[in-house]
Nanobody
Framework: QVLLVESGGGLVQAGGSLRLSCAAS????????MGWFRQAPGKEREFVAG????????LYADSVKGRFTISRPGDTNTVNLQMNSLIPEDTAIYYC??????????????????WGQGTQVTVSS
């Protein structure tokens, strides 16, 4: 069983930065595609960013492109999301997700097999 645990959320002022981390264990997670999703109050969960197992191919939602960076440090079962120039619209619960298809990089929720419990990010204006 794959376990994903997010950390790094919190409260930050607009224009500030936060770094989320997701620690993965179980299975062959180093070969999995990893993604970050978010869900704001009253809204559907949406794709934020994703990276294939090698980290060489990444994908971002238009709303975060140029501000967020997803990375997968070598030889670790972690995936990070560096979030810069945060705006109040980024306020949401952020979820880490894993897709056991190594080279798949999907924005669709149903393609991801495992999910973390989420971490709250609040951006004040």
């Amino acid at each position: 069983q794959v376990l994903l645990v997010e950390s790094g959320g919190g409260l930050v002022q607009a224009g500030g930065s936060l770094r989320l981390s997701c620690a993965a264990s179980g299975g062959t997670v180093r070969r999995y595609t990893m993604g970050w999703f978010r869900q704001a109050p009253g809204k559907e969960r949406e794709f934020v960013a994703g990276a294939v197992w090698s980290g060489t191919k990444t994908l971002y939602a238009d709303s975060v492109k140029g501000r967020f960076t997803i990375s997968r440090p070598g030889d670790t079962n972690t995936v990070n999301l560096q979030m810069n120039s945060l705006i109040p619209e980024d306020t949401a619960i952020y979820y880490c997700a894993a897709d056991h298809t190594p080279w798949s990089l999907s924005t669709q929720i149903e393609e991801y097999n495992y999910w973390g419990q989420g971490t709250q990010v609040t951006v004040s204006s």
